[in-house]
């Protein structure tokens, strides 16, 4: 894709951490940004502090120079701006109808599924980048390393962050296609899991005969796909089958917050090696594993592969250590999927086995809630307290039936499951963080958690900088 022959784009929800990215190659390109964001947030500040011409809430006219519009997918039709480029002719893509596009001419290493993609994503591309691959990266997170959700390398390689949302992967048709693990969720768009799995049985069949295809072993929803694929890889944590760890060792920090996993990757034929790595969970070991056996389809060596592991700092909002409170330490992730949420408190407890855990979470979209209500309730079993914030609404993405879930109904449900448990409901994010503030004790870790502002919480009473003093 020839960017260069544009020369004004405009994106619609330019905030938006896809969008951006793709804001991001264009300003790189030296091609003039415009853009619209219904709130202002450190992306669109960013993006300014770039040379991008942002307008917040109030939609203006679409400049006459624009030759490329490109919106959210949750940016309807009859958008104002949308139909402004309508009457004018202009050229429209969604975000991943643009990835898909710039895609074609590279060689993809595409990355998917329920929970994980972005983490595998983000070590699959340092790993490329450290290794001299010089790849250009997307991903549905900031890189700690890179500090920005894109690195814009000079080569074919192109590693891309597949989101399943509205079957958006299948945008792409990568040369190694990647699927960390299929669970329900986006039910406003899919019927049902079995939707889902058939959505994805059309990406992996897409994959050429030249290429590859990396599957969770243990994932029971990717078993029922049918890959006949000469090039099947199948990765899993333990057993006998596949890439795996083996030999596993966790330890809890010395003088630090940040813990340590210390494993093997074998394979029905070798040793690769041992990995000391700083990400905790057997989720992030998974991740890791995922990343390492596409590293290794990209002929980088194993030897390389595994000290590279232990070098990555890990992304935004994936079990961020954000800094402390009050000598606790204050984490910051996007877990919003029960399944995401299990295997984060899962970790959190792994490696602080003798400290009280509070989380504040702010349950995301009410369709999503509404249908994973009952899973919902049974994922905080690891904490000691919760505080569970009114749900962050999604624009678009809400029925009136969506409407009545809600987020006190959930903690009244968790109260009658788990007696014991303390659990708390605030009606805004304000009201959580002081309640937070009140709970938080020496040694405690606090888990802010979910996927809309509740980040933000974190940010507002962390005190330490991570760069210099929890790592």
Avoid: C
Wanted: proline content about 2%.
């Amino acid at each position: 894709m020839d960017l260069s022959k544009y020369k004004h784009i405009y994106l619609i929800g330019i905030g938006g951490i896809s969008i951006s990215a793709i804001a991001k190659l264009f300003l790189h390109h030296k091609v003039k940004v415009s853009g619209f964001d219904l709130v202002e947030s450190d992306i669109t500040t960013e993006l300014e502090s770039m040379g991008a011409d942002i307008i917040i809430h109030d939609k203006t006219s679409l400049p006459d120079d624009v030759d490329l519009v490109i919106y959210s997918e949750a940016v309807k039709e009859d958008d104002v701006i949308r139909t402004q480029a309508k009457e004018k002719n202009i050229k429209q893509l969604n975000g991943s109808q643009f990835w898909g596009k710039f895609a074609k001419d590279k060689k993809v290493i595409a990355v998917s599924g329920t929970n994980g993609k972005s983490t595998t994503t983000a070590i699959l591309g340092f790993i490329m980048e450290q290794a001299g691959l010089d790849p250009t990266v997307v991903v549905g997170t900031r890189v700690l390393q890179w500090n920005s959700n894109i690195r814009i390398g000079n080569t074919d390689w192109l590693v891309i962050e597949a989101d399943e949302y509205a079957a958006k992967m299948l945008e792409y048709k990568p040369f190694i296609a990647v699927i960390t693990n299929i669970a329900a969720d986006h039910l406003d768009y899919y019927k049902d899991i079995n939707d889902i799995i058939s959505h994805f049985q059309k990406w992996v069949d897409s994959v050429p005969g030249e290429g590859a295809i990396i599957i969770n072993r243990d994932d029971k929803n990717l078993n029922k796909i049918s890959i006949k694929h000469n090039n099947l890889i199948k990765f899993g944590i333990g057993g006998s089958t596949g890439v795996r760890s083996a030999g596993v060792i966790v330890t809890s920090g010395t003088n630090t917050w940040l813990g340590n996993i210390g494993f093997n990757i074998v394979s029905d034929k070798e040793d690769w090696g041992h990995v000391e790595y700083h990400l905790p969970g057997e989720h992030n070991m998974a991740n890791a594993i995922t990343a390492a056996i596409a590293a290794d389809l990209a002929d980088i060596k194993k030897d390389k592969i595994i000290k590279l592991l232990g070098k990555f700092k890990g992304t935004w909002r994936r079990f961020e250590l954000v800094g402390e409170y009050n000598k606790a330490l204050i984490v910051s992730d996007y877990a919003h999927h029960p399944d995401g949420i299990k295997a984060t408190l899962k970790a959190a407890r792994q490696w602080y086995p003798f400290n009280r855990i509070i989380v504040l979470f702010e349950p995301h979209q009410h369709n999503r809630t509404k249908n994973l209500f009952d899973d919902f309730v049974e994922s905080f079993n690891e904490a000691d307290e919760v505080i569970v914030s009114e749900i962050y609404d999604v624009a678009g993405r809400t029925t009136k039936s969506d409407q009545k879930a809600s987020s006190k109904d959930l903690v009244n449900a968790i109260k009658k499951s788990s007696p014991s448990k303390l659990v708390e409901y605030t009606p805004d994010l304000a009201s959580a963080e002081s309640m937070l503030k009140e709970k938080i004790k020496p040694e405690d870790v606090a888990i802010i958690m979910g996927a809309g502002n509740v980040d933000q919480v974190a940010r507002n009473i962390a005190t330490i900088d991570t760069k210099s003093e929890l790592y």
